[in-house]
């Protein structure tokens, strides 16, 4: 079953909900690492993997996205409250947001901090500012501002996942897992 | 009478010599046309910065290269790679060291045509208080208002100590630096 329907997930879209899960949790590691470690190799190559990875997610949610506004989503459980549809809504728009805007603005501080860089040794990275470090610092800030943020919601979408599967008891969660999941 | 022909003698003699002069002739460096650049490598891909000042003074026929000789002085203070984090970085004594090494210094020992207008000066390369024997390969061209000298070359780093301690390994910072010039020349006097 490729597409989703009515009350499943269809592979791809499993497949890009968990491929990007493990790539974002790594990512927001390897982006605390090297942001905090010494200056180093070491260092160098934790923001070499974490701007390869970040550009990897940026083609993997603009694919993903495209796959999104092609399937329909499968519906909310019957009876959820009006507030719980809204935060269900907000997270998950928010986490397309952030998981757009948290590479881009990656992508402007290294640009603006010219550094040159090629995406896992491979692809040249174009800059799309122009180099100036007036705009590399307070988008640096920006950018890890926003990994709060993604913090947050990422606490919220999985608490809530625990909540329907243990609380409500309801297929939200399973539907998303691997295999095929008829309750 | 004998005296001004003594005179006339000399004043010939004066006057060959500046219709002839000595076969290697003095050259200048224009600084405005001319650049020195050093490309590194950070994660494979190229990384290039400029020394801003630096002179070249050569003597040299392009037809006649033997007892042909360069000098090159560079202030490695004004080195810049246009990176804000790594210009600071590499005045550090684990890089260029600017307080110990301000000035690095290529001389000639040797010049010779290699084929055409491509020559090669061999000669010792002394940065960072290291002197290693170096090969500077160069192409000249030639024109009326004076001559352009181009070149590139390959320097370990780790010869001179550039990248001390952990920075010596080549993963992340490649072990390769090459050097490419063009100067704009003109005759001296």
Redesign the interface.
């Given at each position: 079953m490729l597409r989703n329907d009515a009350d499943f997930w269809g592979a791809p879209a499993k497949l890009f909900h968990w491929v990007m899960a493990a790539l974002i949790l790594a990512q927001i590691v390897l982006g605390v690492m090297a942001a905090s470690w010494r200056?180093?190799?070491t260092k160098?190559?934790l923001f070499?993997w974490h701007k390869s990875t970040g550009m990897l997610i940026l083609l993997l949610v603009a694919l993903r996205l495209l796959w999104r506004l092609a399937n329909r989503a499968p519906a909310l459980p019957e009876g959820m409250p009006v507030w719980e549809r809204a935060a269900a809504q907000l997270s998950h728009g928010l986490l397309y947001v952030l998981m757009i805007a948290l590479p881009v603005t990656g992508w402007i501080v290294n640009s603006a901090?010219?550094?040159?860089?090629?995406i896992f040794?491979l692809i040249?990275l174009p800059a799309i500012v122009a180099?100036d470090?007036a705009t590399a610092d307070p988008v640096a800030l920006v950018h890890g501002g926003l990994v709060a943020l993604l913090a947050l919601v990422l606490v919220a979408h999985i608490g809530a996942a625990l909540r329907h599967h243990f609380v409500k008891r309801n297929a939200v969660l399973v539907r998303m897992l691997p295999g095929k999941w008829r309750t | 009478m004998k005296q001004t022909l003594v005179r006339f003698g000399l004043c010939a003699l004066i006057y060959a010599g500046a219709l002839h002069p000595a076969l290697a002739a003095d050259w200048k460096m224009d600084p405005a046309g001319s650049k020195l650049e050093f490309i590194a490598t950070f994660e494979k891909t190229a990384a290039p910065g400029v020394f801003k000042e630096f002179d070249a003074r050569l003597r040299f026929d392009p037809d006649k290269p033997a007892g042909s000789s360069l000098e090159v002085t560079i202030k490695v203070t004004s080195a810049d790679m246009n990176i804000a984090d790594v210009n600071k970085e590499i005045r550090g004594k684990d890089w260029f060291d600017y307080a110990g090494f301000p000035q690095a210094e290529f001389r000639s020992t040797d010049l010779r045509r290699t084929e055409g207008n491509r020559y090669l000066a061999r000669g010792t390369l002394s940065l960072k208080g290291v002197k290693q024997p170096v090969e500077v390969p160069f192409s000249w061209t030639g024109a009326a208002d004076g001559a352009t000298m181009e070149g590139e070359l390959t320097v370990k780093r780790g010869a001179f100590g550039i990248g001390a301690g952990e920075w010596a390994a080549s993963e992340v910072i490649g072990a390769d630096v090459k050097v490419k010039f063009r100067v704009k020349l003109h005759k001296a006097g």
């Open positions: 200056l180093s190799p160098l190559n070499f901090s010219n550094i040159p860089f090629r040794w040249p180099p470090k | -």
